[in-house]
């Protein structure tokens, strides 16, 4: 059984920063990829920030410049730094990871929030 656990969110003001956390364990063969989606009130979970186990990142344009994603295989853990802040960014943010244990199968944190406001 595979469990993500997310820390990190809570509430800042505009322009300010927040670093989220992302652990799996579990009986983990093989981590392909991790990142993390969000989904703000009313509407669809959308990208955020992705990175494979090679390193590629992939960033949605709304957080191109301000967001970087980054990984520690050996721990299967991903960090998202989110900096200049906006209360656009204001969502529940969900860690999200593809690997392997007997077969290949995505999985999903149970989300933390992150508020932006003054």
């Known amino acids: 059984q595979v469990q993500l656990v997310e820390s990190g969110g809570g509430l800042v003001q505009p322009g300010g920063s927040l670093r989220l956390s992302c652990a799996a364990s579990g009986s983990i063969f093989r981590m392909d990829a991790m990142g993390w989606y969000r989904q703000a009130p009313g509407k669809q979970r959308e990208l955020v920030a992705t990175?494979?186990?090679?390193?590629?990142?992939n960033y949605a344009d709304s957080v191109k410049g301000r967001f970087t994603v980054s990984g520690d295989n050996a721990k299967n853990t991903v960090y998202l730094q989110m900096n200049s802040l906006k209360p656009e960014d204001t969502a529940v943010y969900y860690c999200?990871?593809?690997?392997?244990?007997?077969?290949?199968?995505?999985?999903w944190g149970q989300g933390t929030q992150v508020t932006v406001s003054s």
């Open positions: 999200n990871a593809v690997l392997t244990t007997y077969w290949r199968k995505e999985y």
């Open positions: 990175i494979t186990n090679s390193g590629t990142t």
